[in-house]
């Protein structure tokens, strides 16, 4: 639908069922907003869309036409009348991911949203850091890509849960989709949420999911000057896994130049160097995650903590008396 | 990027105010899209008439206000025009900028019938 990445309303799936209130979300206002349904599943989509297309460069390029049918539909109606919004346009989206970061937070529990382009081997980095938390920390995975389920079952092989999201034409997760797929996997207190988004650099940089951060992972396969094409997300991420270091002697990637060019775009870019095939920066990265999952519970136990002692407080006085 | 998301964001918002405000038809929108924003005016429009159609914004126009962007020079320790998210200090050449303005994406007024 959408004429720069394809991406487009519905057809999104959990686990292969539909999210169980996605007609909510998705028919805002009843009928008006079926359309979005309407396009789906009928043959003459495409068709529709082609005939009607010429009809929209009229509407776009003779503004004046339109204006007039507007008056014709209300002809009764002659003085302006506006209406002051100023809201943001992903406002629904961050409140749904403000929801999910409070209840995360509320349970301890350290979330990454994982972006990149497709092929950079987040799904190898995802079971091969998994495997090296085995024991450590608990691990859960929110799979996302367009279509199958393949990523999900690679995970869950590893030993941990993982729920498939497929955005079926969606380019990226929303925070919507991140909410409902929490609720299925039923995480436990103080563990580590991954969410492997859609392999996508542009549209996943403007939807928070609710994430403590965006880890962006770039491979040496790659150009070294994806962080200058795709400044958004290198912008929008904490952290820049360089990923397949393994492969940098046969390869012409000049690993500063690609640094250099991320902290262009976002100065204060933490960067890794690693490989998930030969374990190289593993460690590291372990111990950036640690780090993450420490804090997050000092925070909450903090939290806990303090609304105990107002608890607490009344509780005596009411004692005393 | 992912205009066509957008565009069923400005809808949301739009038949959310029709509810609470009251208002059938909506005759023109207007939207501040940040100049760093990431956010491509024209395919915008295009996602815009392709989204409300047979909705309570079929056929509006769309117009949109355009915000500069703007940075913070950690160098200068001043705040100058930017273009894009990765550029440099006009006035210094350095590259430690952090972005303040310009990245709006609001739907700001209706006009409705």
Known sequence: MCTTCGCGAGEVKIDGNDPHHEHEHVHADG???????????????????????????????????????????????????????????LAKNNAYAAQNRERLAARGIFTLNLV????????????????????????????????????????RATGAPAIQINTGKGCHLDAHMVGHAMEKLSLPEDSLLMVENVGNLVCPAAFDLGEAHKVV??????????????????????????????????LSFKVDAAIEFARRVNPGIEVIQLSATTGQGMDEWLNWIEVGARDTVTRKLATVDALQ????EPEAKLGAR | MHEMSLAEGVLQVIEDAARAQEFSK????????GQLSGVEVEAMKFCFDAVVRDSIADG???EIIATPGSGWCMQC?????????????????????????????RVKELEVA
């Open chain 2, 60 to 62: 509006a126009r769309l």
């Open chain 2, 77 to 105: 320790s001043t705040t100058v025009p930017m273009s894009e998210v990765f550029g440099e200090c006009p006035d210094c050449g350095s590259h430690q900028m952090q972005v303040t303005g310009g990245t709006e994406m």
């Open chain 2, 26 to 33: 909506v005759k023109a929108v207007w939207l501040e899209i």
């Open chain 1, 309 to 312: 002692r107002r608890v607490a």
């Open chain 1, 217 to 250: 992972i770039l491979s040496v396969t790659e150009g070294e000057d994806k962080p200058i094409k795709y400044p958004d997300m290198f912008r929008a991420a904490t952290l820049m896994l360089l990923n397949k270091c393994d492969l940098l002697p046969y």
């Open chain 1, 116 to 155: 990149s382009s497709p092929g950079s081997g987040k799904t190898t980095l995802l079971c091969k850091t998994i495997e090296m938390l085995k024991g450590k920390s608990s691990v859960a995975v929110i799979e996302g890509d367009q279509q199958t389920s393949q990523d999900a079952e690679r995970i």
């Open chain 1, 31 to 89: 009928t008006r907003h079926s359309h979005g349904h309407g396009h789906e599943g009928e043959q003459s989509h495409d068709h529709g869309h082609e005939g009607e297309h010429s009809h929209d460069h009229g509407h776009r390029y003779a503004p004046v036409h339109s204006h007039a049918a507007a008056h014709s539909h209300a002809p009764g109606v002659s003085q302006k009348r506006m209406v002051q919004i100023e809201q943001d346009i």
